[in-house]
């Protein structure tokens, strides 16, 4: 059976990587994705690329799609993006607000050629405001969103940035979700219209339980290092790291009598959650003298045996051979045209009866526009015409 949103068709204007891993995430449930290039290619092309032509950065964020290259600033690259529009229901881009306008690809204008055509744009700041027509990337979208404050360890230290394009994925998430719900609108609704997800705005949707809190007591805590010792990482005997995850007071006792440290339980400092949270720098203490008395697997057999939960902390190397990432096709592979099978990453969501999940490498640069133009009734001499025109 075909993916849940198998018939769906993309026009891809997105480039780097907020946009363009949202229609990733979209073509693994099925939708048929066409990115659109500038003649030069998106610039995601080369960052990281290696001598063999392996582009991780490129793939991840490019894979399932077919590729035309088009120069869209010139009357011909226009009617061609006009023809498309009339086969396809949506249209994305990531520019700043007033790009698409510009070129006279913005939805007031493409709604004129197909009246339920869905345009979304993944902003940098949302499309009002005085950064509305800022440029954006990730490690802005981290530092006015808050993220860089509360990973340096709150408002009075220094910021720190979190992994590189946490912003953007993100934001490619709730991009995916926006598109998602309109286009289930217009299946219901019969309305076509124009979305806007901005990494800023996703920066904040990350954060909810915080803000929520802060504005209603305007209090800002500093973070500081492993801020809740039942909620947090230990340091084993064999250097190896573990983490727990403890909210109720069945794990708290659980743990306890796993760790054979059961005069804890009826410890007065650790009592209930707010004691343990008050003495946190006692309990971390303890607790790490506790850890340090097994090997890290030993403790998460015992844990886990005790219904606590835990988890290993994972590198990366870790991490792609887990077998629950693997039994659940987290991670996956695929076949590369010249590479052979490479390792990418999986859709996180699984269902019954309409499979997901990636199925081809990324494009090279064009690879479908003769196809594509083909099919929209050019023959081979006006094709040729457009190369040596510069047009594609």
Not at 5 to 11: Q, R
Not at 36 to 44: F, H, L, Q, Y
Not at 306 to 311: E, Q, R
Request: aromatic share 8%.
């Amino acid at each position: 059976m075909a993916g849940p949103l198998a018939g769906v068709k993309i026009l891809d204007f997105t480039r780097y990587q907020q946009g363009p891993y949202a229609t990733v995430m979209l073509s693994d449930l099925g939708a048929t994705v066409l990115k659109v290039e500038p003649r030069e290619g998106d610039p995601g092309r080369s960052l990281g690329l290696k001598p063999d032509g392996w582009c991780a950065y490129f793939e991840a964020h490019d894979r399932n799609k077919r590729s035309i290259t088009i120069d869209v600033r010139k009357p011909e690259g226009k009617a061609i993006v006009y023809k498309l529009v009339q086969e396809y229901d949506v249209v994305t881009d990531n520019f700043r607000p007033s790009v698409m306008k510009r070129l006279g690809l913005d939805y007031d204008t493409l709604c004129k050629i197909n009246p339920g055509v869905i345009t979304a744009t993944a902003t940098g700041f949302g499309p009002e405001g005085p950064y509305a027509h800022r440029p954006s990337f990730d490690s802005i979208g981290q530092a006015m969103g808050g993220i860089m404050s509360v990973q340096g360890g709150g408002p009075d230290e220094p910021p720190e940035d979190v992994m590189g394009g946490l912003a953007d994925q993100v934001g490619a998430m709730v991009f995916a979700l926006g598109i998602s719900s309109a286009i289930i609108a217009r299946e219901r609704q019969g309305v076509g219209q124009h979305v806007d997800v901005s990494l800023f705005g996703s920066q904040l949707a990350l954060q909810t339980y915080q803000l929520t809190g802060m504005m209603r007591d305007g209090s800002q805590h500093r973070t500081p290092h492993r801020l809740m010792p039942t909620f947090t990482y230990y340091p084993c005997q064999d250097g190896k790291y573990l983490s727990l995850g403890i909210l109720i007071p069945k794990w708290w006792e659980a743990l306890c009598r796993v760790l054979d440290r059961e005069e804890l339980i009826r410890d007065e400092r650790f009592e209930d959650a707010h004691r343990r949270q008050r003495n946190r720098e006692a309990l971390l203490a303890e607790l790490d003298a506790a850890f340090q008395q097994r090997p890290r697997d030993e403790w998460l057999a015992l844990l886990m045996e005790a219904d606590v939960p835990c988890g290993p902390v994972n590198d990366y190397a870790a991490l792609v051979t887990e077998p629950q990432a693997l039994e659940n096709g987290y991670i996956a592979s695929i076949e590369h045209p010249s590479l052979g099978s490479v390792g990418v990453v999986g859709s996180p969501i699984k269902m019954t009866k309409t499979p997901a999940g990636p199925v081809a490498c990324a494009p090279e640069l064009g690879q479908h526009t003769e196809e594509v133009l083909l099919d929209l009734g050019y023959d081979w001499a006006a094709i040729e015409r457009l190369k040596v025109a510069e047009v594609i």
